[in-house]
């Protein structure tokens, strides 16, 4: 088992404090903006940087995953609880506290059961277009703070976008003035020193802004208070009913955090060449969220912007979270003062101008160039969760999932393999539709498991193959190369069964060849495999059922050709073609 804090060794433990110095300098303004997101108290973001990043820092395999409330897990606690309880609410507050407590059990029962690769279903275009759009309704919020603009933060996107519209004659000047010198600041600052937190700089300036002019007393919307001191225990104390209402939203959570975090862990990992372990990294997930559960906190998942910013900075350890739980608690107990006159303007600049690669502009743009069914897969999810809510988006994002599996898997590659005369090529051009593979015989390789979506699929493949080469009149022997054939269910089985009654009816003769022998015992026991003749390769299959070409034939094909026109069937044929060469692929279907 790896020991917490592996790669950390004298040399590099400078370089690794640093680097906490600057994730602190990141996080706080982050996580008080992505509190606030969610409807809960700055605590609350700040809680998470503490107890829940301590015990992730200690267990998880990855030397450099963030783990930390993010922008969309803060949309998605807003919009799933605000139908339950009211933003700003004790209640709120506590639902906020269950819904992490039972993402944690998730991530125990993921991680026990070795379930992680549910979260595969959600693949690249679903994450973009459900992450997306809880960036745009994000970032409606946002834009109202900068302006100065009251709306319901909790609300719907079209009730947010009318509540902006209708809010315009009331900006207020000086909120838009400071969210646009941030705005500028974080740009450009990034620009010119990327590695710089320019985020604490927009706070500190900020907040020194409206303490020296009084700002806040002209209508600009400032933190207010925080309490001051540590995270305490506790436990929410809510109806069984209640508990039941947030498992939807708590299993979208863990579904994306999975996704998103497992991936970002395995690429750094890949990356920087150390080892990682799924399953580890989502029993650390599953103890963090519990840990925010019980510490005044909401969900925990993998922070992409800090994970990549500690990589730039060097960090190759967890020390640097170790730091920030320090830094973060003795904020809490000694600095909560310096808190209260933060500008919102300035938040909402900084998590705004943080969201914007969340958007996926660049990713719906490369998918529309790439793949348009995909870039609409994406596009649905992005619509639904925007307009329709977060759960609803993570629903068809599912049935998205399972609708583009499904499409790839009814359409597998099911091919007829061609002779070839020269034994040093492979895989040349194609052999002409209703050619087959050596005389009165076809030898059929199928590309995928046989299941329910795919059987009656390869079926007519194969006696389109037979009719195609002109039936039973020049086909006795179907040979089915088994080598992709890894798996098969009751429903392909009995596709296979018609299949096999079918061949048997037209006179052609069953064989089978490379038969995978860990999948053979599964073949036989549903019936796929029963009397036939299996063959360890598919030139072997071949020379023991066609007759062996002399050296006549073989002249005439070389001076002449290989292939003839059948004179009844009008069915071009390799029936001269050699037994000893290459075999080459052609679909058995148009």
């Not at 705004?352 to 790439?370: H, M, Q, R, S």
């Not at 002109?470 to 054939?485: F, P, Q």
């Not at 098969?488 to 022998?517: H, K, P, Y």
Request: hydrophobic content about 50%.
């Amino acid at each position: 088992m790896q020991k917490p804090l592996a790669g950390l060794t004298r040399k590099n433990v400078g370089r690794e404090l640093l680097a906490g110095v600057t994730l602190l300098a990141i996080a706080i303004p982050l996580n008080i903006g992505y509190a606030q997101i969610a409807g809960l108290p700055a605590t609350a973001g700040l809680y998470a940087l503490i107890v829940p990043t301590v015990i992730y820092a200690l267990v998880v395999s990855s030397r450099q995953l963030v783990a930390s409330p993010d922008a969309a897990a803060a949309a998605l606690v807003a919009s799933s609880i605000g139908g339950l309880a009211a933003a700003g609410s004790a209640n709120y507050a506590t639902l906020a506290l269950a819904q992490a407590i039972i993402c944690g059990v998730m991530f125990l029962l993921l991680a026990v059961f070795k379930l992680g690769f549910l979260a595969n279903f959600l693949s690249k275009p679903i994450l973009v277009g459900f992450v997306g759009g809880l960036a745009l309704d994000i970032m409606v919020s946002q834009v109202a703070k900068m302006l100065g603009i009251k709306i319901d933060s909790g609300g719907e996107f079209v009730d947010k976008i009318g509540g902006l519209i209708s809010g315009l004659p009331t900006t207020n000047l000086w909120s838009l003035l400071i969210a646009a010198c941030s705005v500028a600041i974080l740009i450009l600052g990034r620009r010119l020193l990327a590695v710089a937190p320019w985020a604490l700089v927009v706070l500190i300036l900020s907040t020194v802004l409206i303490v020296v002019t009084g700002l806040d007393k002209q209508g600009v919307d400032v933190l207010g208070e925080v309490p001051a001191g540590p995270p305490t225990l506790t436990w929410p104390v809510i109806e069984w009913s209640m508990w039941a209402a947030l498992i939807p939203s708590a299993m979208a959570l863990t579904m994306v955090t999975t996704a998103e975090g497992l991936l970002v862990s395995r690429s750094y990992g890949e990356k920087r060449h150390y080892p990682t372990s799924p399953n580890r990294d989502l029993f650390a997930f599953g103890l963090s969220n519990i840990a925010a559960g019980t510490q005044g906190s909401f969900a925990v998942g993998s922070s992409t912007s800090r994970t990549a910013a500690m990589d730039q900075s060097g960090s190759r350890t967890q020390l640097p979270s170790l730091v920030l739980a320090v830094g973060t608690l003795v904020l809490l107990i000694f600095g909560t003062a310096l808190l209260a006159d933060i500008p919102s303007p300035a938040i909402g600049a900084i998590v705004g101008v943080a969201i914007i690669p969340l958007l996926g502009i660049k990713e719906f743009t490369a998918l529309w160039k790439l793949d348009r069914f995909e870039f609409w897969i994406g596009a649905v999810c992005f619509l639904v969760t925007l307009f329709v809510g977060s759960i609803p988006g993570i629903l068809v994002a599912f049935v998205l999932a399972l609708i583009n599996l499904a499409k790839r898997a009814a359409a597998p590659a099911i091919d007829v393999l061609a002779l070839n005369d020269n034994p040093a090529d492979s895989l040349l051009e194609e052999a002409p539709h209703g050619s087959v593979t050596a005389p009165g015989v076809i030898v059929v390789r199928m590309a995928a498991p046989l299941f329910f979506a795919n059987g009656d699929v390869f079926s007519q493949a194969v006696k389109s193959a037979v009719t195609s080469a002109g039936g039973a009149a020049h086909v006795h022997h179907v040979v089915i190369d088994m080598e992709a054939v890894t798996d098969v269910d009751v429903t392909a089985s009995e596709s296979f069964a018609a299949l096999r009654e079918w061949l048997g009816s037209e006179g052609v003769e069953l064989s089978f060849s490379r038969v995978r022998s860990g999948a053979r015992e599964r073949l036989t026991r549903f019936g796929v495999l029963q009397h036939e003749t299996v063959y360890v390769t598919n030139r072997a299959a071949v020379a023991a059922l066609t007759p062996p070409v002399g050296w006549r034939e073989k002249m005439r094909m070389r001076l002449f050709g290989d292939t003839h026109q059948d004179s009844e069937s009008g069915i071009a044929s390799t029936d001269a073609a050699p037994l000893t060469g290459p075999i080459n692929i052609t679909k058995s279907s148009n």
